[in-house]
């Protein structure tokens, strides 16, 4: 919860020798150049697997903001030695505390109730606490939780919610029109489309994909309807300078649309964060967005996608990938630099903590029947991950105490591996302990 208090960001990041931060190729910056600034206070460390997740998430979102001049962000390093700081402050965009500053390091942590990592707090302009949740705020919302503060995430809560209450007439009904047109000048009740599955399809004429792919979604749809499929699309033009151009490329489309330079064009392209054209928005026939655009599937797999849903979209890729599933290779647990064979002759596991991801190659293990669920950014598993005809059970817990080598040791049955990486605690066997950003 953000705090009341307002503070100096002279005085809260510089020390008495030192009124700079540094940069990771060792220029020095003025800490008075951040007054002023939106500024993020980011405690992390090389050695912390989530910490090595985020950053990218972070860096991701900085780099458009900084662009602004506005937003910057300080690492507060917890490495525990200059080597794995300057390793990872490499990979780093923004400023840092200068590692030997240990004493300012330590106030800001105690400051600001600093008891594990990855830890963002966000100061506003005047230097108040926007917020100290930050690390949940970008991987949930993005740059769309900027600036970060609480009436930014309401309005973000509120459009969620108003998503969950989506109908076809919220989308498509506006205060003077309740109605649809087709290219012969028809006017079609918006009602006519509820419990349909539609596709919105924005587009402009002229525009050269746009114009390729309308010619595919022309083929698409009179196959649709030839099966009788009960789909709709209705085209969303952005062109709002020629109505006489917009009304003669409708007449060559089988499907609906919103009138010409109608209010709604711009709003919904807004609402569904059409950032590309030509983008076709499904619409399930619950009212509820299925598939934010499936102009890429439709052309790859045509009909044979329908009803474009993501659903499907695995479904599809399930088919394509079915040699890959029968090769079954081998089971390993990737954390760091270290693989962890947790059962030999068996199918193969690859779990990379590090990435956060497993490739489709990865998930051939399904004929032994291993099941591995991993939650490296939040740090949570579910409570028993079961392993058939006694067969290891794996878990991976990123947040809580750090990895001793005894973790690491895999029994033949029913035997468990933990991994524990971000606690601001330390243990004995720390400096063991290999570089989680690693690997």
Known sequence: MASDAVHDINSLVSSKDR?????????????????????????????????????????????????????????????????????????????SIPFADLETKKSLKKL??????????????????????????????????YPFTSQQIQALVDKEAKKMNQTISSLLVSKSRSYVVSSDGNQIPVSELEGKLIGLYFSMHGHKLCDEFTQKLIEAYKKLKEK????????????????????EAFKTMPWLALPFKDEKCQELKQYLEVSDIPSLVIIGTDGKTSNPNAVELIKEHGIDAYPFA?????????????????????????????????????????????????????????????????SCCSGETSKNEEVEEEKPKVKVSCCSDVMSKNDEKVEEKKSKVKVSCCSEKTSKNDKEEKDGCKG
């Open 19 to 95: 009124d700079f931060l540094i940069r990771n190729n060792g220029d020095q910056v003025k800490i008075s150049s951040l007054v002023g600034k939106n500024v993020g206070l980011y405690f992390s460390a090389s050695w912390c697997i989530p910490c090595c997740l985020f950053t990218p998430k972070l860096a991701k979102v900085y780099e458009p903001l900084a662009s602004k001049s506005d937003f910057e962000v300080i690492f507060i390093s917890s490495d525990r030695d200059e080597n794995s700081f300057k390793e990872y402050f490499s990979k780093m965009p923004w400023l």
């Open 112 to 145: 600001f109730n600093v008891n594990g990592i990855p830890h963002l707090v966000v100061l506003d302009a005047k230097g108040k606490v926007s917020t100290e949740e930050g690390v949940d705020l970008v991987v949930e919302y993005g740059v769309d939780a």
């Open 228 to 247: 009788g499929e009960n789909f709709e699309i209705v085209l969303i033009s952005l062109d709002d300078k020629d109505e006489n151009l917009f009304k």
């Open 310 to 374: 993501l659903k499907k979209i695995e479904g599809v890729d399930e088919v394509s990938n079915t040699k890959l599933e029968s090769e079954s290779p081998k089971p390993v647990l990737v954390c760091g630099a270290k693989d962890l064979d947790l059962e030999k002759n068996k199918g193969k596991v690859k779990v990379s903590c590090c990435s956060g991801e497993m490739s489709k190659m990865d998930e051939g293990a399904k004929e032994e029947k291993l099941n591995v669920t991993v």
